[in-house]
């Protein structure tokens, strides 16, 4: 559920008598409440016989929150929702149809306040806030990003130091976290490489700045790479996986990203947007300080085959191709890094960046990326994921 904040503070009543017909997680004495993810902007507060729900929309210029509520299967529910101004002009009711809650007023007539679809099952925790940005490469072109903006994004290194008590760290490529304890790669990143020969700075930013601010460099317990790649560049299998020593602290700039489920389809034949981050080389092969993303687009396999006939012994149904008009995207240094597509508010790791078509010290964007499909691979990364 979506809500705008429209003053100061929105008031949500969850009136008693609907609250046993809920099927959620959080109780409350006697009653059980809705849980919300966003607990360090929002607080359940008794109201006469009910709960009332207290929103600050000054933090952090705060503007939507994301909410999920859960009906049981025979049961329904409402909720009522009074604001100072504007007034609300409708109430909903759940089961398996949508909750609209909508305000009077304004040139645009009634606006939505809540829109929750009751017909859906969300699996992860209500408090899960995976794949939501934080605070508002190569990737050539594109646009800087600000810090946090991907709190997934992390940067992994190689230590070149032979004495266990040094480090001397080189950046190699982007990570992806996916749980508080893992991140994904390429595997060719990480091919032959010792867990204590590598570390992952989660939260990273300015890659010339050591300690970083909202940054913690993090030692590797246990590396993994897909049993079917064998340290070529073919991407058909080239993922591998990083088991951190201890959990990350979730924060602003360092947030898991949600993992693409087998049941989420590509949209219009496999054609669809998709972002791409990371600090690899600019367009004169020079290595980026902050990081770039850009906006790509998938495209199905058989026009990536058309245009790009060199590259059929690379393509497989376990890889995708991306890649934009403005010859913007990933190269040398933006291995790893996650093809992230947004649904329904949330980022979804959808593929990682594996080959690109060189062309000198750099890569040629006018051609296809091509990258491992995490979806081929969700088993796969379900057998080794430490959460």
């Known amino acids: 559920m979506s809500v705008s904040i429209l003053s100061n503070r929105v008031l949500m009543v969850i009136l008693s008598l609907t609250l046993a017909l809920l099927c959620v997680s959080v109780e409350l004495a006697a009653q059980v409440l809705p849980p919300n993810n966003c607990s360090n902007v929002f607080r359940y507060e008794r109201w006469g016989f009910g709960w009332i729900g207290i929103i600050v929309p000054e933090y952090n210029g705060l503007t939507r929150m994301d909410w999920t509520l859960k009906f049981s299967a025979h049961g329904y529910g409402s909720v009522s929702i009074p604001t100072r101004t504007p007034v609300v002009s409708s109430n909903g ?17 009634a606006k939505p306040i809540i829109t929750v679809n009751t017909g859906t099952r969300d699996e992860n925790p209500a408090t899960d806030k995976c794949g939501m940005e934080g605070l508002v490469g190569l990737l050539i072109g594109g646009e800087t990003l600000p810090h946090g903006r991907f709190p997934w994004m992390a940067a992994l290194y190689h230590d070149d130091d032979p004495d266990p008590k040094k480090l001397s760290l080189t950046y190699k490529c982007v990570a992806t976290l996916i749980s508080s304890r893992t991140v994904v790669t390429a595997a060719h990143c ?3 490489k010792q867990p204590e020969e590598m570390r992952v700075y989660v939260g990273r930013h300015d890659l010339d700045t050591h300690p970083e601010t909202g940054a913690t460099l993090m030692e590797i317990q246990s590396a993994f790479t897909h049993p079917d790649f064998v340290g070529n560049l073919v991407p058909d299998s080239d993922i591998g ?3 951190f020593t201890t959990h990350v602290q979730e924060s602003n700039y360092v947030r898991a990203i949600c993992m693409w489920t087998s049941s989420t389809l590509l949209s219009n034949g496999g054609v ?11 367009e004169n092969g020079k290595p980026t300080r902050f990081p770039k993303a850009a906006v790509v687009q998938t495209v199905s396999r058989e026009t ?12 497989t149904p376990r890889t995708l191709c991306a890649g934009n008009k403005k010859a913007h995207g990933p190269c040398l240094g933006d ?7 947004q649904r329904n508010g949330r980022w979804m790791l959808r593929a990682i960046v594996s080959l690109a078509q060189r062309s000198g010290d750099t890569c040629d964007l006018t051609k296809y990326v091509i990258y491992s499909d995490v979806a081929s691979h969700l088993r796969w990364i379900e057998s080794k994921i430490v959460r």
Not at 304 to 315: H, I
Not at 335 to 341: D, E, R, T
Request: aromatic letters at 6%; glycine letters at 20%.
């Open 93 to 109: 009711s759940g089961g398996n149809t949508d909750i609209t809650v909508a305000r009077s007023g304004g040139s645009g007539g």
């Open 190 to 192: 990480i091919w032959e």
């Open 241 to 243: 996986l990083l088991i």
């Open 272 to 282: 669809e947007d998709a972002t791409i981050g990371g600090w690899g080389n600019d």
């Open 304 to 315: 990536c085959l058309r245009e790009m006939v060199s590259a059929k012994d690379f393509l």
């Open 335 to 341: 291995s790893g890094a996650g093809l992230m597509i």
